[in-house]
């Protein structure tokens, strides 16, 4: 054991020296270790890119005739995928790396003057090729860019080191390694304070790497052959020990020379190979006690005990520290450089210490003694000759190689100048480094993989594509082909992009982001399978799992897949990662289920929306459309004001118009969409055909023309059918008919259905012979001049629900009409029906509480308040029947404020707008206010007659006759041509007595 721990028996101060050094070395040893298993991430991160996809669902669904129509509106889906970050370089990792290079530095210092003068003269001469190395004018200390600095350093130790060496070398060691430390400390400030570039020590630690790669080489010939001296320890003394000693030097030489194929492509076995490095953590380990056992050969040099060994542990402190640092930067044509001189000075070294040992200690070792004892005290072969013979063979290597292993280690050196110059913001010499780099070395990750990163940053795409397309041949991270497909997929080379992630899967089957990018592409295709199990791939892993949730819920709702909802909604407050929230909420708006939460407001404290705000508020509007108060149309309409969200501004408007709409703010609605449509060339279409859905479903089939024409012009799909059934339901048979006969989409059948309808006469054919929904059709159709006689005789024979409906259309006419009187005789007729249908229901009790509205029967007025469903506790047709009713009893304050909101919220309500204008006329006496609700009434719903009679009404009041004279002759398009001329007589009456100072209200 002694012989083990050799250094139990050095005096204290030496043996603690020796143990911090060691502890130094095993410190470097880890740090390669964890260098090399962490690889690239070290220096490369993934990038989480997020985009916003939309997908369109319904809102709302309602009857018109025979057709039913969807509201729609777009969600926002997010989905993520990876991209690798640019190369960022930590510069503590170089400062740690000059720390260690001048603790070996300043060891060594201390060492060298016990050498012999020859030795000390040639360890002098290597410190001062470090100092040339370190190019130290680039440093331009004091402002000179010269040799100054060298001259100064050089002044400061070489006359210190020989006065140690020839003058007083009795000084011991601790003080002359004190002195240096001292000194080169004293250097360093200097270099701090005075040096005139930007991290100078960073320029040290690059301009210098090349010396310390080079003694590292070194390091490692030396140390090549202790696997082989180990299986002669192991085997000497021992039976048959020639067989055994052959046999395990044979098979890892062999082993050796499988992985030298394997580096160089002669072979691709689906085997293990050994690992260079753990082969060189194990005979540098072991070299410490094979460079004891060497004392023989260079003990005319130095002793073992204490200097031999210093100088050893600070050989291996720089050789894993260059590894270590090489493998933190990835840089990979430095790495290829060290697994080239481990391979081949293993190899040589290994097979010309078998022969030295069979030439010298056959004899020996045939006798079964122990021949390690006398391994360096050769008979016949001189170990100088082994070692020599090694390296002739690891030249050959070199040669064989054609001298690759220096172009890697000049493209290691070059990357990392490059990267000097990156940390100082010097971009284009930076680039020209790593171009350097990447000739040298042509194929390398580490030049290829940063200059794209680079062209990326200057939106240089075909360099992007070229240089990754070189960091993937050779030495590939999964960064490196995540990166290339996302060009690919960039450039709409989809299968280009498909083709580069499968290669990456099987280079690095199981990794992340790979799983979760060839997941987004197979979504686009579908090959919905596969993209699921690359989900569940990505999941696994536990770093992606938001990523991954959010891309199942983008391609559940992309491809039309289901969920439990349940579910869903249930778990939906346990995830705070927004973009899952803004996914679950398409999707449960998708499935039309409420989520019972509050607005999450934590991320909108400055105001400032991005892609997964967007996405979450907005998609939080529509789920809370039937629910939300003003507090949410408050919160848009802030962020739709903030300067930053100007890129969302469209998008947080259209939310607004939504909520304005469902919450029966009509008119607003109507004003912000309007609004839309006049800016965007891009969602025209849509704009215009949202517009008329509206308009449909708030019975204006006129003003629906007009925007589904609009919507039409451009293109919008859907909008032509939608203009031929609005132009039926207004009776505007002749522009239906032309554009069912030209309607190039859809069912044909349907088409022709509809203009057999639009041809039929029921006086000139046999009325039974026609279908329930071809009558009503007919009904809506011709509602303008079918008699009651028409009327009842073409509802004979069809279900009491069909009739209702009928006649409920007809009902709702006359009052858009304002012929109350006729809607009031007509509802009668509905009693002896029986409906079955709840929403036909609710039509009738509406009409006849409506009309009690107009006749302002208080009672009635009172049980249709008390009756009002819970539900609908916010209807704007609740709200008229309350002011109606507090106007009755006096509460003037709780009336004027109804009246004021129902006076502009909803221009297609007319009674309720009607009704509001008569209160400001009558109870207040504001004729301006009265005038301006039925102006913007008008504004928004231009087609209505009863607002266009109640607006030439208020005219004449305000005295404001050409207006009124203006709108009298927009009536005529509206009105059957008698009734005009009778309305128009009784105009001239009321103008008249307008003239003498009297009023009528009609």
Not at 837 to 854: D, F, G, M
Request: glycine share 4%; aromatic share 14%.
């Amino acid at each position: 054991m002694s012989e083990l721990y050799f250094w139990k028996r050095w005096e204290p101060n030496h043996r603690n020296f020796f143990l911090a050094l060691l502890t130094i070395f095993f410190i470097t040893i880890i740090w390669y270790l964890y260098a090399h298993f962490n690889g690239a991430a070290l220096v490369i991160g993934w990038d989480t890119i997020s985009q916003l996809d939309r997908v369109e669902l319904v809102v709302d669904s309602f009857q018109v005739g025979l057709f039913e129509f969807n509201t729609t509106a777009e969600n926002f889906v997010l989905n993520h995928y990876f991209q690798g970050s640019s190369l960022e370089v930590n510069p503590i990792t170089s400062y740690l790396f000059l720390l260690l290079q001048s603790i070996c530095l300043v060891v060594v210092l201390a060492v060298l003057p016990t050498f012999k003068r020859f030795w000390y003269i040639v360890g002098m001469v290597v410190f001062i090729a470090i100092l040339l190395n370190f190019k130290l004018e680039q440093l331009q200390l004091f402002g000179q860019a010269n040799n100054t600095a060298l001259i100064l350093i050089l002044l400061l130790y070489i006359p210190l080191s020989y006065y140690f060496h020839a003058f007083n070398s009795r000084i011991e060691f601790f003080a002359r390694l004190i002195t240096f430390s001292a000194l080169t400390i004293l250097v360093a400030v200097m270099i701090y304070y005075f040096a005139q570039v930007n991290h100078p020590f960073l320029y040290l630690s690059a301009y210098g790497f090349f010396v310390p790669l080079i003694i590292s080489v070194i390091f490692i010939f030396m140390v090549a052959h202790e696997i082989v001296v180990s299986f002669l320890f192991i085997t000497s003394g021992t039976k048959n020990n020639i067989i055994h000693f052959l046999v395990l030097t044979l098979a890892y030489l062999g082993n050796l020379l499988l992985i030298y194929f394997h580096q160089n492509g002669t072979i691709d076995w689906n085997i293990y190979y050994l690992d260079e490095f753990l082969l060189l953590i194990v005979s540098i380990v072991l070299g410490l006690w094979g460079f004891k056992n060497r004392q023989v050969l260079y003990e005319s040099i130095m002793d073992f005990h204490p200097y031999g060994a210093y100088l050893y542990v600070v050989g291996g402190i720089v050789c894993f520290a260059t590894i270590g640092y090489s493998f933190t930067n990835s840089n990979d044509p430095t790495v290829e450089n060290f697994q080239d001189a481990i391979v081949f000075s293993h190899i040589g070294f290994g097979f010309t210490l078998i022969l030295y040992i069979l030439s010298n200690f056959l004899d020996l070792m045939r006798k079964n003694l122990p021949v390690f004892k006398v391994m360096y005290k050769p008979q016949r072969m001189p170990f100088f000759m082994a070692r020599f013979s090694g390296v002739i063979v690891v030249l050959a290597f070199f040669i064989l190689a054609n001298q690759v292993p220096m172009d890697q280690g000049l493209a290691g050196y070059y990357n990392g100048l490059a990267d000097l110059y990156r940390l100082n913001n010097q971009s284009f010499l930076a680039e020209q480094y790593y171009k350097n780099g990447s000739q040298y070395a042509f194929r390398n990750h580490r030049s290829n993989y940063t200059l794209a990163s680079m062209a990326r940053q200057n939106n240089d795409e075909p360099s992007v594509l070229y240089y990754l397309s070189q960091a993937v041949l050779k030495n590939p991270t999964p960064y490196a082909y995540v990166n290339l497909s996302n060009v690919y997929k960039r450039n709409d080379r989809y299968f280009d992009a498909l083709f580069t992630l499968n290669k990456g899967w099987i280079e690095f089957p199981g990794n992340p982001a790979i799983a979760n990018n060839l997941s987004l592409l197979y979504g686009q295709t579908s090959v919905i399978d596969s993209a699921l199990y690359y989900l569940d791939a990505a999941q696994k892993s536990g770093w992606s799992r938001n990523v991954t949730e959010t891309n199942i819920l983008q391609i559940t709702l992309k491809k039309n897949l289901l969920l439990d909802t349940d579910s869903l909604a249930n778990n939906y407050r346990e995830n705070q990662y927004l973009p899952i929230l803004a996914n679950s909420l398409a999707y449960l708006n998708r499935e039309q289920v409420r989520v019972n939460s509050d607005l999450e407001e934590g991320f909108l404290k400055d105001s400032v929306l991005d892609l997964h705000s967007l996405a979450y508020i907005y998609n939080y509007c529509f789920n809370q459309l039937s629910w939300a108060d003003t507090t949410l149309i408050t919160t848009i309409k802030k962020l739709k004001g903030h300067s930053a969200n100007v890129w969302c501004k469209d998008d947080l408007q259209l939310a607004e118009a939504f909520l304005n709409y469902t919450q029966g703010n009509i008119a607003r609605a109507f004003l912000l969409v309007e609004q839309l449509q006049q800016f965007s060339d891009q969602r025209f279409g849509y704009y215009n055909n949202l517009l008329g859905l509206w308009s449909m479903q708030q019975g204006a089939p006129r003003l629906a023309r007009d925007y589904f024409v609009k919507a039409a012009s451009v293109g919008y799909q859907g909008a032509e059918i939608n203009a031929a059934v609005v132009c039926m339901e207004a009776g505007l048979k002749d522009q239906a008919r032309k554009l069912w006969s030209n309607f190039p989409e859809g069912d044909t059948t349907t088409s022709l259905e509809m203009l057999s309808i639009l041809e039929w006469e029921p006086a000139k054919s046999d009325t039974a012979s026609k279908s329930e929904a071809q009558r009503y059709q007919w009904s809506i159709i011709n509602k303008d001049i079918v008699s009651t006689e028409t009327l009842v005789e073409l509802m004979k024979g069809l279900e009491d629900d069909t009739k209702a409906t009928i006649w409920l259309d007809r009902i709702e006419w006359f009052l858009a009409l304002g012929k109350y009187r006729q809607a009031k005789s007509s509802l009668p007729r509905l009693d002896n029906m029986v409906i079955s249908q709840p929403a036909l229901v609710e039509r009738k009790v509406w009409i006849s509480t409506q009309l009690a509205a107009i006749e302002e029967n208080v009672p009635i007025i009172e049980q249709a308040v008390d009756a009002w469903p819970e539900k609908d506790k916010r209807s704007l047709k609740l709200k008229y029947l309350q002011a109606i009713k507090w106007d009755k009893v006096g509460f003037r304050e709780q009336s004027e404020e109804a009246f004021q909101q129902l006076g502009y919220s909803n221009p297609f309500f007319e009674t309720a707008v009607i009704r509001s204008a008569l209160f400001y006329n009558e109870q207040v006496e504001n004729e301006d206010v009265a005038y301006d609700m039925l102006l913007r009434a008008r504004q928004v719903n231009p087609f209505s007659v009863v607002l266009a009679k109640a607006y030439i009404d208020q005219c004449l009041k305000l005295g404001l006759t050409s207006y009124a004279d203006l709108t009298l002759e927009q009536l005529r398009e509206l009105m059957i041509l008698e009734e005009w001329k009778t309305y128009k007589a009784e105009l001239e009456i009321k103008k008249q007595l307008l003239s003498v100072g009297i009023w009528q209200d009609q």
